[in-house]
């Protein structure tokens, strides 16, 4: 797998999509899950903020240094283009004087400590030195292996595993000083649990498409607010489109609300006719354009852009309806059936879906030690309580009528009696059998005891060096005082 350098390199020298589509789809949950947080949950918000952080990452990508760490450059990216759209946006609300609400409902599921990290763990992760930030990010956001992390950062695995635990605790150190009091262990497992949010589907294609597009004309960051309400909803109506052999019923469905949107578009587009109309002949009363307030005039420029893109969406919304009948038409003779994957679209669903259900049986295991005096289970049935309704495994789904259920007896404990929070690089939990990737490598998903998850390779399927290097001896070794 080409690592982020080669990838910026490829797209900087040959602008190859691919290139760029790989870059947006692996950092894409750190500048969106970063964007949700700054915009205080409003995700229409934080969709404009990762749309103007990969136009410019494609605009600036020729002229980033070689030894650029992606992670850190985007975290910092994202932060500045949410503090440009949050002003922007209530500047906006305080003009046509609507109420604002810029926090978002909180999770009633969050625990106390995440409720006081989040609103300051962007602006914490900011203060530290360039090294330790992108040593967390990379760990906790991109969700790299020490080996990794110590690659990417040009030392060794163990220099890694030192640096995110002198980073962890200058964190924690920013925090304390803004009222919050926790431990290193804990900061390490609460944001390793919450950090990334899930992404909307379909969300990383779109952003790959519009970010070269706008990277190529120019757009003006005015212009990409409205990427939102249109653009976004007809790139995620073609990709109902384009499963629609799920069911003739989704056609249907499709078919009408490309039809409400298509009305809506042309009334939108007469009424930004007319305002625009009506600014246009303020600004030729005025005699100079300069006379208008700023205001006014980013106005008048911006309602001309969106003239022009709904004259466009409307072309679009026809060419997709005209799309979705031939798509009925070639259903009407066809059976109904699940959409099939292709081999290896369901493998990376699947490892998702191991990913997601090995965090929830760790998180229960940290919940069981805070009830049990921070004792370990010594089997899966003690966790039955804190996994309900998922006593007996996870049910998934890879399309329509095709389910992915994972058995609590795909997981199996490590360590057992020995685990321990002030270990957090101790192995915690393994998939009870490895698999084959299609590539040809053997791949095994394990958890430690700081909660986090990652997913280890090997060419043979032999993990036992790894595991031994994590094992509660090694672990003891690897902090006693050298």
């Not at 009091?181 to 498409?209: E, Y």
């Not at 420029?301 to 409307?314: D, F, S």
């Not at 399927?461 to 595991?467: A, L, M, R």
Request: glycine residues 6%; proline residues 3%.
């Amino acid at each position: 797998m080409s690592d982020d350098r080669q990838l910026l390199r490829r797209f900087a020298e040959e602008r190859s999509e691919a290139a760029f589509g790989e870059l947006v789809t692996r950092h894409l949950p750190l500048v969106y899950s970063t964007a949700i947080r700054q915009a205080g949950g409003d995700e229409h918000l934080a969709k404009d903020v990762a749309q103007l952080v990969f136009t410019d990452l494609a605009r600036k990508a020729p002229g980033l240094s070689e030894n650029i760490i992606l992670a850190g450059w985007l975290h910092r990216a994202t932060i500045f283009a949410a503090r440009q759209t949050l002003r922007g946006d209530r500047r906006r609300r305080e003009r046509e004087q609507q109420a604002v609400i810029m926090n978002a409902v909180q999770s009633e599921s969050e625990s106390a400590d995440w409720q006081q990290i989040r609103p300051l763990l962007d602006e914490a992760l900011d203060r530290l030195g360039k090294a330790d930030r992108d040593a967390l990010l990379l760990r906790f956001f991109e969700q790299q292996s020490f080996s990794q992390i110590g690659a990417n950062l040009g030392g060794s695995e163990d220099a890694a595993r030192k640096r995110i635990t002198r980073a962890l605790e200058k964190l924690r150190t920013i925090l304390q000083k803004h009222g919050v009091t926790t431990t290193v262990a804990a900061l390490s497992t609460v944001v390793s649990a919450n950090a990334i949010q899930t992404v909307p589907v379909g969300l990383a294609s779109v952003l790959t498409n519009t970010s070269l597009a706008a990277a190529a004309t120019g757009t003006t960051f005015t212009l990409l607010k409205i990427m939102t309400a249109t653009q976004l909803k007809l790139g995620l109506g073609a990709l109902v489109v384009a499963g629609a052999t799920t069911a003739i019923v989704i056609q249907h469905q499709m078919q009408s609300r490309l039809l409400a949107e298509n009305q809506s578009l042309h009334q939108q587009l007469a009424q930004l006719q007319n305002d625009n109309n009506d600014l246009s002949n303020r600004l030729a009363d005025a005699g100079d354009a300069k006379k208008l307030t700023d205001d006014q005039f980013n106005e008048l420029l911006r309602l001309r852009g969106e003239v022009g893109r709904l004259r466009n969406q409307a072309g679009q919304v026809q060419k997709l309806q005209n799309d979705n009948q031939e798509l009925q038409a070639q259903l009407a003779n066809a059976p109904t059936q699940p959409a099939q994957l292709a081999p290896e679209d369901q493998y990376q669903l699947h490892q998702m879906h191991m990913t997601t259900a090995m965090k929830q049986v760790a998180l229960a295991i940290r919940i069981y030690e805070g009830d049990n005096n921070m004792q370990a289970p010594t089997n899966l049935d003690q966790l039955a309580r804190y996994l309900e309704p998922n006593t007996n495994g996870f049910s998934y789904t890879y399309t329509v009528g095709n389910p992915d259920f994972i058995g609590m007896d795909n997981f199996e404990l490590m360590n057992v009696g020995s685990v321990n929070i002030n270990l957090p690089l101790m192995l915690m939990i393994r998939e009870r059998t490895p698999r084959r990737n299609p590539n040809g490598e053997w791949e095994r998903i394990y958890a430690f005891a700081d909660g986090s998850v990652q997913t280890i390779n090997s060419d043979d399927g032999n993990f036992d060096v790894y595991e031994r290097q994590h094992s509660a001896a090694a672990e003891t070794s690897n902090q006693s005082p050298q």
